[in-house]
């Protein structure tokens, strides 16, 4: 038997969960498949050493039946319970919870009363016509169901992209191990990874060593390759075990090395604009490295390499930056390299030289803890805040319109304030900030009475529910909450779930004016699957001087951590600088900060 690897583990636990949905069980039992597949796609520890070791019931959340059905899966290769499910439904029918508007209780109705089991299936029911005539459905129903359909086919589409969080660590675990290889010099990841696009298509490795040759051998070694692609004197292609991530790995003479990461690193757009520059000065720019032009002579070409036609001179190249001194230009970090004006500004030398960095955010913002929708308890993520060396932790749960996530009602909400004053006695150097992450109703009004959130260090104001509502709804329903003189943070802002829910429709730049107006704070959420304000707005919203908070979202222990470069990079793609944002201030002057007029 093939051995069944973490990935198919998740999988399948994230597979049982939709189909209990869309069954129809209970949210509690749902919601254990997922946070016991969070905890195996967490695992640093060998999956099958831990059924071997009948060890699986010391992982949190993850008990005897839960376990059972895991050493299930990995000791037969099959999950019986699973099959089981799989048996009562159409084999496509969890590509419906894939669909923007589509929730279990709507799927579940339209396989039992339509027969619908696939996204086809639904299509051809909605152009029919039937599904509106389907009790809690309607017209407009049927028209948001197919405007999802076509995002998620545009998806599927979308050349195999994945987020960028999902694939991250994968990407470093394969550098690691290049580095580890006998002669490497230097070794970088490029593409979108190294510009921290939200979304990847693939990753891009390049090393320098003298012997590429034995550099590809122990490259082929890692554990986690599925399949060779293929393979050369300069570039091996390689597809990766779990993600199904394609690695495109060089190696090159390390001459070669800064030129080659530079190439590699993109993005297309603004390699086009320097090619144009390096031509005005006489230089020719490629992967190969710099070369300056003249007369009719031409270097010969290495083999794999590109010829020069007419190049005098190799200019060298050691670092990136070099590459722009030559072009009278200021360095260029990656994560600005997308053609947004940075050329021109680099040119002017007025790029930000004090873009925002890990190291500048003193206080970890918006976290939720087992008192809503956290997996950690309120003291276990204040440890964790201290230890990772931040001053300060807002404890921000959903507010009590949120049923679906647990949200505090105003008796639960004063004995968890409480709880932050007993926590705050036990754990010193940390203080904790008691806040809220308010539901934005659809009214626009927020989910307490001002009486109650005048007593709060922290209000952010977040949509949550009635994303359908048309541009102009929403519009006015974001203005009208920023009238209220109790919020301090917009969350989240746009709702987008990054390659699943696109961003709601709102009239940005009139909402950005008046956050201005009001003296609003705008969240970049380091969600991975929101990363969320875009480096896009955040640009427009700097452009107005609004602050920005650059938040976790964290759920848990571990998101306190690996959230938080999620947001910092988008900041640093909006050119944001340590200045623009309120959480590199200490406490005090983080809550001055946020304090409107």
């Not at 699957?529 to 222990?557: C, F, Q, W, Y």
């Amino acid at each position: 038997m093939t051995p069944v690897d973490k990935s198919t583990v998740v999988k399948a636990l994230h597979d049982m969960s939709a189909y209990l949905q869309i069954k129809g069980e209970n949210a509690f039992k749902t919601r254990a498949y997922e946070l016991a597949a969070e905890r195996i796609s967490s695992l640093t520890e060998d999956l099958a050493v831990l059924v071997a070791e009948k060890r699986l019931t010391t992982l949190p959340g993850i008990g005897e039946g839960l376990a059972s059905k895991i050493e299930d899966l990995v000791t037969h290769g099959k999950m019986a319970a699973l099959e089981e499910l799989k048996a009562a439904y159409p084999p496509k029918i969890l590509e419906l919870m894939t669909v923007q508007d589509l929730g279990p209780k709507k799927a579940k109705a339209l396989f039992e009363q339509l027969g619908v089991g696939s996204i086809d299936e639904l299509e051809k029911a909605c152009q029919d016509g039937r599904v509106q005539a389907l009790k809690g459905f309607g017209k407009k129903t049927e028209e948001k169901l197919l405007a999802g359909i076509a995002l998620a086919r545009r998806t599927m589409a979308a050349g195999g992209r994945k987020r960028l969080g999902d694939v991250e660590d994968q990407a470093q675990a394969v550098l690691a191990w290049v580095k580890q290889a006998p002669g490497v010099i230097r070794a970088e990841l490029g593409g979108s990874v190294r510009r921290m696009r939200e979304t990847v298509a693939d990753v891009d490795v390049i090393a320098s060593a003298p012997d590429a040759a034995a550099v590809f051998k122990h490259f082929l070694t890692f554990p986690q390759i599925a399949q060779t692609i293929g393979s050369g004197e300069s570039k091996t292609s390689v597809r990766l075990k779990e993600t199904d991530l394609q690695v495109d790995f060089r190696v090159l003479p390390d001459e070669d090395f800064a030129s080659a990461l530079h190439h590699f690193t993109g993005s297309k757009a603004h390699h086009i604009k320097l090619r144009g520059l390096a031509q005005d000065k006489g230089l020719t720019i490629s992967e190969w490295g710099v070369f300056r032009m003249g007369g009719k002579s031409e270097t010969p070409a290495k083999k794999g390499k590109a010829k020069h036609e007419g190049a005098e001179e190799k200019l060298p190249i050691v670092e990136e930056k070099d590459l722009y001194a030559l072009l009278g230009m200021q360095f260029v970090p990656p994560e600005l390299r997308e053609d947004w004006g940075e050329i021109e500004a680099a040119l002017a030398q007025t790029l930000p030289r004090d873009l925002v960095t890990l190291g500048d955010i003193r206080g970890n913002v918006h976290a939720h803890t087992t008192w809503s929708d956290g997996r950690d308890s309120l003291e276990a993520m204040a440890l964790a805040a201290k230890a990772l060396g931040y001053t300060y932790l807002t404890i921000t749960e959903h507010s009590q319109s949120a049923n679906y996530a647990g949200g505090l009602k105003l008796d639960r909400m004063k004995a968890q304030w409480d709880e932050i004053d007993a926590v705050q006695e036990k754990v010193k150097g940390l203080t904790l900030l008691k806040g809220i992450e308010s539901d934005i109703l659809e009214d626009g009004s927020l989910d307490y009475p001002d009486a109650v959130l005048e007593q709060l260090d922290v209000v952010i104001g977040s949509i949550h529910q009635r994303y359908s509502q048309d541009e102009d709804a929403t519009t006015k329903r974001v203005l009208r909450a920023f009238d209220n003189p109790h919020l301090h943070i917009w969350g989240h802002p746009s709702g987008r779930l990054l390659l699943k829910r696109e961003a709601v429709p709102l009239r940005i730049e009139e909402i950005l004016d008046k956050a201005a107006k009001k003296g609003i704070t705008i969240e970049v959420n380091g969600c991975p699957e929101r990363m969320d304000l875009s480096a896009e707005n955040v640009r427009k919203a700097l452009e107005r001087g609004i602050k920005l908070v650059l938040s976790t979202d964290a759920h848990s222990v571990g998101e306190l951590k690996t959230h938080l470069p999620y947001a910092v990079a988008t900041a640093r793609r909006g050119w944001a600088r340590t200045g623009d944002v309120v959480n590199t201030k200490d406490v005090k002057g983080f809550r001055a900060a946020i304090q409107r007029g």
